[in-house]
């Protein structure tokens, strides 16, 4: 992957960016992403977050070598507190993340007041979509889109809120599934669904063997699996 070729995942997750953002790209690592977007004239500027010292070298190296750094800002820092609400940012892309860890950033962006409600998030939780869902729902974010895509053997799934001044909730289903995936389905989520409830069929035959009392956790599991065989079905 490179700036000019991103990878299937990246380049989706840039596809739900609106055309004009100011982008703010929480853990962007080399700064592809926002480099892309710049370069191909859908945004209008970025700022590259980063809290590790070397990605975040990377990501000042390729837009000083791109001539960029009028347009994208390399800030280093943790999560969002690299965000002001003067830098007026329109978009916030997090990608590539656990989700419970894009969760903590958002939660730890609204606490300190660097997002302002106005932001599109474009999220992309390699895990824990489950998790993500339920902060949004939580913190008044309507999921306005989603999609799930496969690349190199892995399933990823793209997620995007806007906040509403009105919480819109969702049954434990569509935290589960995604309120939008539920509805489109497709071969990539039906595939994933398949296999996790393979998944899902282990750990009970493991929370069964246990000798503790683990009746919470199968009776979680087992819903689970009630709602992926009622999906597959
Ligand atoms: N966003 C890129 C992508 O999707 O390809 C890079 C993903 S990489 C796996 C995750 C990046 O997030 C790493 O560069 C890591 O240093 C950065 N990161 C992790 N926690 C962070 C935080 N709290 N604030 C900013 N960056 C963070």
């Known amino acids: 992957m490179d700036y000019k070729h991103l990878s299937k995942r990246l380049h989706r997750a840039g596809e739900f960016v609106p055309e004009g953002s100011k982008l703010a790209d929480i853990g962007s690592d080399h700064a592809y992403l926002p480099a892309y977007l710049v370069m191909n004239k859908k945004i209008i500027s970025a700022i590259a977050g980063e809290v590790v010292e070397g990605p975040y070298q990377s990501a000042k190296n390729l837009v000083a070598e791109l001539n960029l750094s009028s347009v994208i800002d390399v800030r280093k820092g943790d999560g969002l507190a690299v965000v002001d609400p ?92 995604g309120p939008l995936l539920l509805k489109q389905q497709g071969d990539v989520f039906l595939d994933k669904w398949q296999h996790e409830l393979k998944q899902f069929h282990n750990i009970l035959t493991q929370l069964e063997k246990s000798t503790k009392d683990v009746s919470d956790k199968i009776a979680e599991v087992e819903q689970k699996i009630e709602f992926v065989k009622e999906v597959l079905a």
């Open 86 to 177: 003067k830098d007026d940012v329109t978009a916030v892309s997090i990608c590539g993340m656990g989700g419970a860890l894009i969760r903590d950033i958002l939660d730890r962006g609204l606490k300190g007041n660097h997002l302002t409600g106005k932001e599109t998030l474009i999220l992309q939780p390699n895990i824990g979509e489950p998790t993500l869902r339920t902060w949004l729902v939580n913190h008044s974010y309507h999921i306005i889109q989603e999609d799930i895509i496969r690349e190199n053997e892995k399933t990823y799934e793209i997620i995007v809120a806007e906040k509403v001044s009105e919480k819109v909730a969702l049954s434990e289903k569509e935290l589960l599934f």
